[in-house]
């Protein structure tokens, strides 16, 4: 199997100190990506790890496809225990990072320990004889400084550019449980509230930078240079709208939540479609690499603001959840996310739980009021930092949470598969994890489109899906792909037969969930705030294909040297 390159580089912020070590037999089991971050992470973190204490460590890593100069590679992974859901959680970004992170020639990074100062962390090529060249800056200047604001900063004193940066913004320092960390200025290691951790650990920015991936020379199959000439002939509608080419289908067919979940459809959602988002569109936008460019930079004339996206997720959260109707009031939530670092997905959900409690649907003054509040932890915004999870009794509204992460769009009561497979993820209601609401939408032209309704015959596919998915986050690929690269072209690109691939996602998955047991998660996590009929009876078909136990557990987790569960 083709892998990562390159040893682990291990940072401790207290100490401020750098070492390095191989990892190769670690690689070559597990890829890249989510998949060698799980691993790390389940023989390095402690199980009962406080998530915002110095013991929890995160991992980025890139795979072995950010050598190459193929379409949909422009992603990395990062992966720690999150404040917000409590378990092990992987995150994915785009931007142009990765490329940077290679550069530096490190296969991946953990960051341990806690800063009384805040520091940017400077990664660079080791020296020849693999002494690493790690620099600790303190920067109390960044205090609560936005993203852009960094990178202006590191542009200026150290000649670096946003592609070069991963940072937090105040919603990170101030410890939002769904902090999110930010790279290229406009993408997001959104989900989960890894920026919470890093921001724990008193780390404003990290950089990467140099050319040792230059001396990576790999052959890559004719399937490479396949994969990058239909990105780029592709005249899927994502390339102009993006995610959000979906909104109106998701409304049309009762999949988009609106009002606080309280509805399925949103009459505003003309203000809010892929359209309107395709007229704010200024020019093209993208990964590194990637010739889809299916990356959304919008500009209103009216007001001069500028952002990127939103995407749909975006547009559930902060529009028809939040029940705004024009799309410049989402723009605008959108880009205060980006500025103050959080996931804006979940901030859109908890804003509009509040919007449900005070009775406020539709008031966007209010909404850009609450972002701010809740990344400076000032007035209601402390509570509302919090998350759905922990604050929703006080405001006297439902839980719509699964394992603490705010729900994405997709309404698993309409389309029942992806409703199965927010239950099941292990990061909690995520689509891109188990991402079962493909199979499940009326395409055009898909003539193969399930039932929506109903879960029979769906365990056995998600199992596959979730599998595919975590060798897609190892090697690293866009999820995107989807339709170009084949489960054949997966299998050439990596080296591997597809059988073998799927088994190494299977794994992953598994200790992903193992992990998770030894902190106390089991069946009783694996819930949704709706029913679905047979979907108890579904849940035990998928344990039982996993070989797991009846109450979710992975066979033999309690073996491991389990302490009690850190936190709540
Ligand atoms: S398909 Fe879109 S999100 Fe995926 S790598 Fe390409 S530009 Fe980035």
Redesign the pocket.
């Known amino acids: 199997m083709r892998h990562a390159r390159g040893p682990l580089l291990r940072i401790d912020v207290g100490e401020r100190t750098a070492t390095s070590e191989t990892i190769d037999d670690l690689l070559a089991e597990f890829v890249g990506g989510r998949g060698l971050n799980t691993r790390l992470a389940y023989e390095r973190i402690p199980f009962d790890v406080d998530p915002l204490g110095p013991e929890n460590r995160i991992y980025f890593s890139t795979g072995p496809m950010q050598y190459s100069k193929t379409?949909?590679?422009?992603?990395m992974a990062a992966t720690a225990v999150s404040p917000l859901t409590n378990g092990l959680c992987s995150s994915n970004a785009?931007g142009f990072l990765s490329r940077n992170f290679t550069g530096a020639g490190y296969a991946a990074v953990e960051i341990v320990g806690e800063s009384d100062d805040l520091l940017a962390i400077h990664v660079r090529e080791a020296d020849e004889d693999g002494t690493p060249n790690v620099t600790f800056e303190p920067v109390p200047d960044l205090a609560e400084a936005e993203t852009s604001a960094v990178s202006t900063y590191l542009g200026e004193e150290h000649d670096l550019e946003p592609e070069n940066v991963a940072c937090v913004g105040p919603a990170g320092e101030n410890e939002v449980r769904f902090a999110s960390i930010m790279t290229s200025d406009t993408r997001a290691f959104g989900r989960g509230g890894l920026g919470a951790v890093l921001g724990s650990k008193g780390v404003k920015a990290l950089t990467f930078a140099g050319d040792a991936d230059a001396e990576i020379d790999i052959e890559w199959p004719a399937d490479a240079g396949e994969v990058h000439r239909e990105?780029a002939t592709s005249d899927h509608i994502?390339k102009r709208q993006?995610t959000t080419s979906v909104t109106e289908l998701a409304n049309t067919v009762n999949a988009l939540p609106s009002y606080y979940f309280s509805k399925q459809s949103f009459e505003g959602v003309e203000g809010i479609s892929g359209d309107r988002v395709e007229e704010k569109k200024y020019k093209k936008?993208?990964?590194s690499q990637?010739a889809?460019?299916?990356?959304l930079p919008t500009r209103d004339e009216e007001t001069g603001l500028e952002t990127e996206g939103p995407e749909f997720e975006t547009v559930m959260a902060f529009g028809s959840n939040a029940g705004v109707d024009d799309i410049v009031d989402v723009m605008g939530a959108n880009e205060l996310c980006d500025e103050l670092g959080m996931d804006t997905i979940s901030c859109g959900d908890v804003v509009s739980m509040f919007l449900a409690a005070e009775d406020e649907f539709g008031n966007a003054e209010l909404v850009h009021s609450l972002v701010e509040q809740i990344a400076y932890r000032e007035a209601v915004g402390d509570k509302l930092a919090e998350g759905i999870h922990r604050t929703h009794e006080e405001f006297g509204v439902e839980d719509w949470t699964v394992k603490g992460l705010a729900f994405a769009g997709h309404d698993g009561r309409q389309l029942n598969g992806q409703g199965l497979s927010f239950a099941t993820s292990n990061r909690g209601a995520d689509h891109m994890y188990g991402e079962f609401y493909p199979f499940e939408y009326p395409l055009v032209g898909k003539e193969d489109a399930l039932d929506p309704q109903g879960l029979d015959g769906k365990p056995p596919k998600l199992v596959v899906k979730e599998n595919h998915n975590a060798v897609l986050d190892s090697a690293v690929i866009?999820?995107?792909?989807r339709g170009t690269v084949t489960e054949d072209r997966l299998a050439s690109l990596l080296d591997a037969e597809y059988d073998e691939l799927l088994a190494m996602g299977s794994r992953v998955v598994e200790l992903e969930r193992a992990f998770n047991n030894a902190r106390g998660f089991d069946r009783s996590d694996d819930t949704l705030p709706y029913e679905i009929d047979g979907f108890e009876d579904a849940l035990s078909e998928y344990y039982e294909i996993r070989g797991w136990n009846e109450d979710g557990t992975v066979p033999g987790y309690e073996e491991a040297d389990v302490p009690a569960v850190a936190g709540e």
């Open positions: 379409s949909y590679t422009g992603r785009g990105a994502m993006g936008g993208t990964c990637c889809f460019a299916c990356k866009c999820k995107f792909s």
